[in-house]
């Protein structure tokens, strides 16, 4: 219990090199490109998952809109496969890293921005002012709009690092309580190792509904702009 509670959360190193591109890059492995005529059973299912998840998430864009299902796709089967390997015996999860997922966030939450600004100017202007609003409540309601937008992204990165590090450190913890208590009270102890494999499940379903979290929101932010 000596080993400090946040050391999985620092970023490897090799040779006084850090190494998380390498780590970022590894997931790209899990996911070969088909080339036979006939897929294996894995491929067709990752095939299977990547149509349903896509006919759900664009159904409701229009053709500009659907121009970023590779970028959306790619997305989620990152953030969904990071967090997944994360989950191994030591390893490094990069989406604990608030910079990384601020890195994944203001680009796209950008993009989507500056789309609604070149094709409707007008509906993304509105925005900032409800009609009917008060001549005294205008300034305000216009700082308050232009807050809420700026904070799109802060919040897109905040809840993926903060969903994923709460779920780590309580595995860690509930892990360091049941070692502790083997020698002290082998009942107790595997009542707390069955609520820490149950945790385990948990975080499975975790590290999957946050990376769709995560895109279904970039996307909801791209239809409101196209």
């Known amino acids: 219990m000596n080993e400090n509670l946040f050391t999985s959360f620092t970023t490897p190193t090799m040779m006084g090199l850090p190494i998380v591109i390498l780590i970022i890059m590894f997931p790209s ?3 070969p490109s088909p080339n036979r005529l006939i897929n294996n059973r894995l491929i067709s299912l990752q095939q299977w998952l990547v149509r349903l998840t896509s006919k759900q998430m664009l159904t409701i864009h229009n053709n500009k809109g659907q121009t970023w299902a590779l970028m959306l796709m790619s997305l989620i089967l990152f953030i969904g496969s990071t967090n997944l390997l994360g989950l191994l015996p030591h390893s490094f999860t990069p989406t604990t890293q608030l910079s990384m997922n601020l890195g994944m966030a203001i680009p796209l939450w950008a993009g989507t921005v500056a789309i609604g600004f070149r094709h409707k100017t007008k509906a993304s202007l509105a925005h900032f002012l409800p009609q009917g609003t008060p001549m005294l409540l205008i300034p305000m309601l216009v700082i308050i709009e232009t807050i809420s937008l700026f904070i799109q992204p802060v919040a897109l990165a905040v809840r ?3 969903n994923i590090t709460a779920g780590h450190l309580l595995m860690h913890l509930i892990g360091g309580a049941t070692l502790a208590l083997t020698n ?6 595997l009542i707390t190792f069955i609520i820490l494999v149950l945790l385990t499940v948990l975080e499975f379903a975790v590290a999957l509904i946050q990376a769709y979290v995560f895109t279904l929101l970039v996307s909801l932010y791209l239809h409101d702009n196209t």
């Open 29 to 31: 492995i899990l996911f």
């Open 160 to 162: 993926l690092t903060a």
């Open 184 to 189: 002290i009270s082998t009942p107790i102890a």
